[in-house]
């Protein structure tokens, strides 16, 4: 299954380990390349997780502590 996320910038999602708001979000599927995703990039807002998303792929990745969650299957 592919799922596409779309980035809500107004959301807060914290880390379920370390409590961090420094979070990046997992993009699946083939990016369109623009200066926003570019910046997204470096700022760590955002991670290329590759074409395929799996159930088991994860969601989030905190920038902090390291923790990736929110797979399906969790």
Same mark, same amino acid.
């Given at each position: 299954?592919?799922? @596409? *996320? %779309?980035?809500?910038?107004?959301? =807060? %999602?914290?880390?379920?380990?370390?409590?961090?708001?420094?979070?990046?979000? @997992?993009?699946?599927?083939?990016? $369109?390349?623009?200066? =926003? *995703? =570019?910046?997204? *990039?470096?700022?760590?807002? $955002?991670? %290329?997780?590759?074409? $395929?998303?799996?159930?088991?792929?994860?969601?989030?990745?905190?920038?902090?502590?390291?923790? =990736?969650?929110?797979?399906?299957?969790?």
């Amino acid at each position: 299954m592919i799922r @596409f *996320l %779309i980035l809500n910038k107004s959301m =807060e %999602i914290k880390c379920s380990k370390c409590s961090s708001i420094n979070i990046a979000e @997992f993009l699946y599927g083939m990016p $369109v390349n623009s200066s =926003e *995703l =570019e910046d997204d *990039l470096k700022n760590k807002k $955002v991670i %290329i997780g590759g074409c $395929v998303s799996f159930d088991d792929s994860p969601l989030w990745h905190c920038n902090n502590c390291k923790y =990736e969650w929110g797979g399906k299957n969790e």
